[in-house]
């Protein structure tokens, strides 16, 4: 469905049913509406840009009423009120997308020397026809002197080819540490967000070094063999709050790696063509997009196309996952759902096997924070945040805050992938249902960070930033048992609502059994282990007694959010968490 004069979107933030076959819609300039409940159970259908016939015909099948006439009536209400309006192509844009290829990368490792020498190989591979050089930062985390020294040799080698090679180790985290601290007050809250070891402090250390500029991550198990699925085409399509990527699941790492398709860009350049466009300028460059899956928040950007910049782009893969919990796939939409339910065969493998092959098929625009660094350009020529420096689930936390921060960043998934080699085993272990047997540092972040956007009226994307960052200190700062309170509360309340809403989804006569099957076992999962007092204590501490370790945590949530402070105020060196930390960050 590509948008024309002749699609509706509806514009309104939320419905209030009041009885009596009434109810109340807040449109999207605050105005509340008085409506018929039958119009209201079809605003609730109308998503995406449709025909007014096609967004009847959804509310048909979904059974919101028997008579068509009052459907059609529904619809003339919505119309005659403005809660439908015709899509407007937005105006030409006052710039045009970014087409030039990134030109800096920063690949973040530790003790693992074979795994990088094969990450940089490729790499090395894909910019050999450039024209001009680009710029490497390898932030090594190792622990190991030995590791540390042959990775260092490693990076010296790349001299040879067309790339200014950079080695990043602690040395060069210390010198960072006093540059950007500027006082010693501060200097503790940005070592503990800058020392290389975490995984998150590296990718912080990637921040600062390529400050001020659009930049490709690349974890040290990518392979930069670029691939492109069959089916993808070309053009513009807007997401919505579904997965946008298609996913196929594989036994084997051989199965997933078989025949795949050269993409017909470079990595650098697939990425370059969309990283700090706005919506309105790809728009244009693209054509009319596919706004069929779209929510109303992406067709209200697209109303100000102008105004909405791509902040991150993310690649496919195949090969390893990279997915923490086996059964995270269950609370997917889209196309990936579809499939889980269609196919018994896929979905038996889908949740033993880490294996796959995912990707979009069209260049796809999305608000949803979901993002995942093992391949993902970032553009940091304006505010972004820190990562959190320790545990995992870092990159979710970071697109989280981003969007916190600036509410017109856009987030986009190419219709490409790179080979991911994870040293992992194919096969999940038979506890890997991780999301319903524990709790991890980040998924108490991505509850706050969301709690803390709700409510936020901070004007800019640095005052957002700095009241998230006191929101984490006062937290910190509450009764071990307060706190944790808090915690548990906030968990129960999404994770409940997604278990529920999944079960009322599968409790139709409709509902594939296997998928049914494959819930009944997480659900009964969680229920044993959700009772259990250290279930909501982040797994990243496991030793001691629950008060032991709930203060444990309360430590870490204080430390990050006097990181994000500290981050917030280093306005001296520029708009952004770097800004000109080039001169600081490689003064030897």
């Known amino acids: 469905t590509t948008v024309?004069?002749?699609?509706?979107?509806?514009?309104?933030?939320?419905?209030?049913?009041?009885?009596?076959?009434?109810?109340?819609?807040v449109s999207a300039d605050g105005r509340a509406?008085?409506?018929?409940?039958?119009?209201?159970?079809?605003?609730?259908?109308?998503?995406?840009?449709?025909?007014?016939?096609?967004?009847?015909?959804?509310?048909?099948?979904?059974?919101?009423?028997?008579?068509?006439?009052?459907?059609?009536?529904?619809?003339?209400?919505l119309l005659r009120t403005g809660l439908l309006t015709p899509v407007r192509r937005p105006p030409t844009p006052a710039s045009v997308a970014a087409t030039a290829p990134l030109d800096t990368v920063a690949i973040t490792t530790a003790d693992r020397p074979v795994i990088l020498k094969r990450c940089l190989n490729a790499l090395a591979e894909q910019v050999q026809d450039r024209t001009s050089p680009i710029t490497l930062f390898v932030i090594d985390g190792s622990s190991s002197e030995s590791a540390a020294s042959t990775n260092r040799a490693l990076v010296a080698a790349l001299a040879s080819y067309r790339v200014r090679a950079r080695y990043v180790g602690r040395g060069t985290a210390r010198r960072l540490h006093h540059g950007l601290a500027g006082g010693r007050s501060r200097l503790g809250p940005v070592k503990r967000l800058l020392t290389p070891g975490g995984i998150g402090s590296n990718r912080n250390l990637a921040l600062v070094l390529a400050g001020g500029r659009r930049f490709l991550f690349i974890d040290d198990d990518v392979v930069c063999r670029v691939w492109q699925p069959s089916d993808s085409r070309p053009g513009l399509a807007l997401g919505g709050h579904g997965n946008c990527e298609h996913w196929t699941f594989y036994p084997h790492r051989r199965a997933a790696l078989a025949d795949l398709r050269p993409a017909d860009s470079s990595l650098l350049t697939a990425h370059g063509a969309v990283l700090g466009s706005t919506l309105?300028?790809?728009?244009?460059?693209?054509?009319?997009?596919?706004?069929?899956?779209?929510?109303?928040?992406?067709?209200?950007?697209?109303?100000?196309?102008?105004?909405?910049?791509?902040?991150?782009?993310?690649?496919?893969?195949?090969?390893?996952?990279?997915?923490?919990?086996?059964?995270?796939?269950?609370f997917l939409s889209g196309p990936t759902r579809d499939l889980l339910a269609s196919s018994?065969?896929?979905?038996?493998?889908?949740?033993?096997?880490?294996?796959?092959?995912?990707?979009?098929?069209?260049?796809?625009?999305?608000?949803?924070?979901?993002?995942?660094?093992?391949?993902?350009?970032?553009?940091?020529?304006?505010?972004?945040?820190?990562?959190?420096?320790?545990?995992?689930?870092?990159?979710?936390?970071?697109?989280?805050?981003?969007?916190?921060?600036?509410?017109?960043?856009?987030?986009?998934?190419?219709?490409?992938?790179?080979?991911?080699?994870?040293?992992?085993?194919?096969?999940?272990?038979?506890?890997?249902?991780?999301?319903?047997?524990?709790?991890?540092l980040s998924d108490v972040f991505l509850f706050f960070a969301k709690?803390?956007?709700?409510?936020?009226?901070?004007?800019?994307?640095?005052?957002?930033?700095?009241?998230?960052?006191?929101?984490?200190?006062?937290?910190?700062?509450?009764?071990?048992?307060?706190?944790?309170?808090?915690?548990?509360?906030?968990?129960?309340?999404?994770?409940?609502?997604?278990?529920?809403?999944?079960?009322?989804?599968?409790?139709?006569?409709?509902?594939?059994?296997?998928?049914?099957?494959?819930?009944?076992?997480?659900?009964?999962?969680?229920?044993?282990?959700?009772?259990?007092?250290?279930?909501?204590?982040?797994?990243?501490?496991?030793?001691?007694?629950?008060?032991?370790?709930?203060?444990?945590?309360?430590?870490?949530?204080?430390?990050?959010?006097?990181?994000?402070l500290a981050c917030a105020r280093i306005s001296e060196l520029g708009d952004h968490l770097g800004g000109s930390s080039q001169s600081v960050a490689l003064g030897a």
């Not at 024309?4 to 819609?25: E, I, K, N, Q």
């Not at 929510?295 to 991150?312: F, I, N, Q, S």
């Not at 805050?401 to 987030?411: Q, R, S, T, V």
């Open 451 to 564: 709690q803390c956007g709700d409510s936020t009226v901070a004007a800019t994307p640095h005052d957002r930033l700095a009241r998230f960052g006191r929101c984490l200190c006062d937290l910190a700062a509450l009764p071990p048992t307060t706190f944790l309170t808090r915690v548990t509360e906030l968990l129960l309340w999404v994770r409940c609502g997604a278990l529920t809403a999944l079960e009322a989804q599968l409790a139709s006569p409709l509902a594939p059994p296997h998928l049914r099957r494959v819930f009944e076992d997480y659900y009964d999962t969680f229920w044993k282990r959700a009772c259990r007092p250290d279930y909501f204590v982040a797994r990243e501490h496991r030793r001691g007694t629950v008060d032991e370790r709930v203060r444990l945590v309360q430590r870490d949530v204080r430390a990050f959010g006097e990181g994000i």
């Open 280 to 330: 309105s300028a790809l728009a244009h460059a693209g054509g009319g997009p596919d706004a069929s899956a779209a929510c109303r928040h992406v067709l209200e950007a697209w109303r100000h196309a102008d105004r909405y910049t791509v902040r991150v782009t993310c690649a496919g893969l195949a090969g390893d996952a990279a997915r923490h919990c086996s059964h995270s796939l269950l």
């Open 344 to 440: 018994a065969s896929q979905c038996a493998v889908a949740f033993t096997s880490r294996e796959v092959r995912r990707s979009a098929h069209a260049l796809t625009v999305t608000h949803d924070t979901a993002c995942a660094t093992y391949c993902m350009g970032i553009d940091a020529t304006t505010l972004v945040p820190p990562f959190m420096p320790h545990g995992r689930g870092e990159d979710a936390v970071f697109g989280a805050m981003l969007g916190m921060i600036d509410p017109h960043a856009l987030f986009a998934h190419l219709p490409m992938g790179v080979i991911h080699r994870s040293p992992r085993p194919a096969r999940y272990s038979r506890n890997a249902m991780h999301s319903a047997t524990h709790t991890r």
């Open 4 to 25: 024309t004069t002749d699609d509706y979107v509806a514009r309104y933030t939320s419905l209030f049913p009041l009885g009596r076959d009434r109810a109340l819609a």
């Open 33 to 77: 509406i008085p409506i018929r409940a039958l119009a209201g159970q079809l605003l609730q259908r109308c998503t995406g840009s449709r025909t007014i016939e096609q967004h009847c015909a959804v509310a048909w099948q979904a059974q919101v009423s028997g008579d068509p006439h009052a459907i059609a009536a529904a619809a003339e209400e």
